[in-house]
């Protein structure tokens, strides 16, 4: 049977700019605009099932679709940590890391952030999601998340390197829909 997965990135916050993975940040007031739009479009839809990051940005976010679902709070759903990282823009991190920002940009599995998580790690949760959502009996399902969770989920569901995680500019307070089968997703929309 086939499943339509829709994975909504939280409302923008005002990170400005910053990496944000582990930091517990609120949605901002504009990012609730973003959310109002999207959240008349997924009520038509017919959400069965909602699994959300436990993360404030993202039960915010899922709380002001208003689906009339409780969303199950799942741990793995988590941004990346990025540890050290946190809170500061590419041009600092450039700045303070250069050789770890070299060894990152050459992406490997075995890559872990100065202070945060490891990549292989990461995929490790993003594996047990999907299982997750092979398991689940819902049709409809929504995933309340992080760009970096729907880009690498993206990779993983349409069977591409995780490496080409940045080929998807994943916006916020937008989703995207994949149409999964058994050998895999068919990718149907992009921030809509």
Request: net charge negative; with cysteine; hydrophobic share 40%.
């Amino acid at each position: 049977m086939a499943k339509t997965l829709y994975l909504l990135r939280h409302g923008e916050t005002a990170a400005n700019g910053r990496l944000v993975g582990s930091t517990d940040m609120a949605v901002a007031e504009h990012g609730y605009v973003q959310l109002a739009q999207t959240g008349e479009r997924l009520r038509r839809r017919d959400i069965s099932a909602v699994f959300c990051s436990p993360m404030l940005r993202c039960r915010q976010s899922a709380e002001f679709l208003q689906l009339s679902l409780d969303p199950v709070i799942v741990d793995d759903l988590r941004e990346m940590d990025f540890g050290d990282w946190e809170n500061k823009s590419f041009s600092e991190i450039a700045e303070l890391w250069p050789s770890e920002v070299a060894a990152w940009s050459n992406w490997s599995e075995q890559f872990t952030f100065p202070g945060g998580e490891n990549i292989g790690n990461f995929l490790c949760r993003l594996q047990k999601v999907q299982e997750c959502i092979l398991q689940c009996e819902a049709e409809k399902i929504l995933l309340v998340t992080h760009g970096g969770v729907i880009r690498h989920l993206l990779c993983l569901y349409l069977n591409l390197s995780p490496a080409n995680y940045l080929l998807f500019d994943i916006r916020p307070g937008r989703y995207s829909t994949l149409s999964l089968h058994s050998q895999g997703g068919v990718l149907t929309s992009l921030n809509s």
